[in-house]
């Protein structure tokens, strides 16, 4: 079972930063286990996906939107995964969420399962 809890939003200026974070709470496996994401969704709007980074090697790929203004990170020692966002603009106005993917209770794929109660951003034009 994985519990996730996002903070950091709130209110930012256009062109300024923010970082968000993710605290992890694993029963089953150790936190390094499990790929993360961010994700975000504007209200009456689909999930759109940020980011992601896996679990050890901590690879990163990232939605096309991001041009290059946001980075993923983790520490694993923590249980913590961080978003931080750079040069934001107001279309970045959404509620963020982090996910972790797992093992499907079919077994046939991982997806993400696992999602936290999100946390608003807003950033003033």
């Known amino acids: 079972q994985v519990q996730l809890v996002e903070s950091g939003g709130g209110l930012a200026q256009a062109g300024g930063s923010l970082r968000l974070s993710c605290l992890a709470s694993?029963?089953?496996?150790?936190?390094?286990?499990?790929?993360m994401g961010w994700f975000r969704r504007t209200p009456g709007k689909d999930r759109e996906f940020v980011g992601t980074?896996?679990?050890?090697?901590?690879?990163?790929r990232y939605a096309d939107f991001v041009q290059g203004r946001f980075s993923i990170s983790r520490d694993n020692a923590k249980n913590m995964t961080y978003l931080k966002m750079n040069t934001l603009k107001h279309e970045d106005t959404d509620v963020y969420y982090c996910?972790?993917?797992?093992?499907?209770?079919?077994?046939?794929?991982?997806?993400?399962?696992?999602w936290g109660q999100g946390t608003t951003v807003t950033v003033s034009s």
């Open positions: 996910a972790a993917e797992d093992l499907r209770p079919d077994g046939r794929a991982y997806e993400y399962m696992h």
């Open positions: 694993v029963s089953s496996l150790p936190f390094s286990s499990y790929v």
């Open positions: 980074i896996s679990g050890r090697v901590r690879a990163t």
